[in-house]
Each structure stands twice: as structure tokens, then as C-alpha cells.
């Protein structure tokens, strides 16, 4: 998955890196997106989000990254960011799944994780590029860990659109694949039990997009294409190994 996202970046980058922007507004606003009910449901569900993007000294908060994150972060030298973040985590609800209801699959709330992350900003030629190494700790311990490497391009900047392409590989420990793709032999449902190791969680490649209405205000979207790879995607919670999500919002440009 992510080797054909890289390709397909790389492919979108030659043509069109003369009309890159080096830099994009920031902004608050809110959207719908659709998404799956979980990594690896066959049921799609379609809810209201926030987007933000806001860079401060110290302070940021963002969507543009994968997740709601927001926190602090400093420069140690051009170019190259370090920052702590509190995120939103999704959970895996029975209401948003008739696969889980009818197998007695208990509910993972949503929650919240802590972490740290390195980013780097350089430029390929015209290009802006961000690489983010990003590490995350669920608050509820039993949740485990998550670490994140995300590719970020911008590919084209003519007018009033904006268009950037990205690809991530997400890792999971022991306790996080548990968490959500395992089965304990206690458990009441009528699934087999099932341990999920650590190693790769899913691969993810996508667009994101930008649409100037005016001076202030801005339409901004994603569409994603998501894999799940090793012991999750052979999880027996696992109705499909790929998803996509799509999503837009109405923001107000600062």
C-alpha cells in the first residue's frame, strides 16, 4: 500500500511541483466526513468534525495530520520542529456496527493519547515537504502505544486550490493490537479467541485539498485509503483489510 501511494506521489509530484505553495493559511471550521465504523468494518458511518490548522509560538492545534491533536512544540533548527501533543483517539462502538452487535463485541470508548513527535519541513526543489515521526501513548493504559511516520507533499498550489498528497505507516504495540483487534478467551463473544501482536496496524495514502472561497473563508477536504496489515488484518473482528475515508468543511481563514 504505501509503496503504490509513494509511487502515485511521486508520479503527481513531476508535473505539477512549479505550482506548489510553500506554505498554507491557517484556519477553524467544521465539516462531515465518512468513515468506517472501525479499521476493518464493512459498515460506513458519516459524522460532523472540526478542522483547525493553527501554528503558534509555542502553541498548535491541528487536523491535518491524521488526527485532532494540539499541544506545543519549538524549533530546534530550520526546518526541523520537536513537540508534545494530546490527541482524540476514536474508539469501536456496537451501535455504529451490526457485525459487532450481533457477535457480542464489547465497546472501546473514545479516548485520548499522550506523545511526542519530530518534524521536518524541507523543500524538494518547489515542492514543500513535511515528514512527521510521531509517537502516541493511550491515556487508559490498557490501550497500549501507537507510532506514526507520515509523508506529507504539497503538490499543487494554482489559483484558488491547493492539493498535497501524504503516506503513513502506523505501528502498534502488543497491547494496543490487543486492545482492538484481539479477543480474549473470557470474552462473551461469540467469535474465537484471538491474540494481536505487536508490529504494523495499517498503511494510508491519500489527498488532501483546498478551495478558496474568499479573502476569509476556504473549503477544505480529504479523500484516504487505509489497509490494515499483519495480526489486525487477520483478526477475526475484521470484516474487509481496506476502508476510505472522505470528508469536507467550511473554515474560516485567520
Not at 27 to 51: C, H, K, M
Not at 66 to 78: F, S, V, Y
Not at 130 to 136: D, E, P, S, V, W
Not at 176 to 186: C, D, E, H
Amino acid at each position: 500500500m504505501i509503496a503504490r501511494c509513494t509511487v502515485l506521489a511521486l508520479l503527481l509530484l513531476a508535473p505539477l511541483s512549479a505550482l506548489a505553495q510553500s506554505a498554507l493559511p491557517e484556519w477553524i471550521g467544521a465539516g462531515v466526513r465518512t468513515r468506517p465504523a472501525y479499521d476493518g468494518s464493512a459498515a460506513q458511518r458519516t459524522e460532523l468534525i472540526p478542522t483547525v490548522r493553527y501554528y503558534g509560538k509555542p502553541w498548535f492545534a491541528r487536523t491535518t495530520q491524521g488526527i485532532l491533536e494540539g499541544g506545543a512544540r519549538m524549533e530546534l533548527t530550520q526546518g526541523i520542529n520537536v513537540g508534545a501533543q494530546l490527541a482524540y483517539e476514536g474508539g469501536r462502538l456496537a451501535s455504529e456496527s451490526d457485525f459487532l452487535r450481533s457477535n457480542n463485541v464489547p465497546d472501546i470508548k473514545p479516548g485520548a493519547s499522550l506523545g511526542l513527535h519530530v518534524e521536518w519541513d524541507p523543500k524538494l526543489g518547489p515542492v514543500p515537504v513535511t515528514l512527521l515521526a510521531r509517537g502516541r501513548h493511550f491515556v487508559d493504559s490498557d490501550r497500549g502505544a501507537q507510532a506514526d511516520l507520515r509523508l506529507t507533499a504539497g503538490v499543487y498550489g494554482g489559483g484558488a486550490v491547493t492539493a498535497a498528497v501524504f503516506v503513513q505507516g502506523t505501528w502498534a504495540d502488543s497491547k494496543s493490537s490487543q486492545s482492538f483487534y484481539g479477543i480474549a478467551p473470557a470474552q462473551s463473544t461469540k467469535l474465537p479467541a484471538y491474540t494481536a501482536g505487536s508490529g504494523p496496524l495499517f498503511a494510508t495514502g491519500g489527498l488532501l485539498w483546498g478551495v478558496d472561497l474568499s479573502r476569509e473563508w476556504i473549503v477544505v477536504g480529504n479523500l484516504e485509503a487505509r489497509r490494515l496489515h499483519g495480526d489486525a488484518a487477520r483478526s477475526p473482528l475484521v470484516e474487509r483489510t481496506s476502508n476510505h475515508y472522505a470528508g469536507a468543511s467550511l473554515a474560516y481563514r485567520f
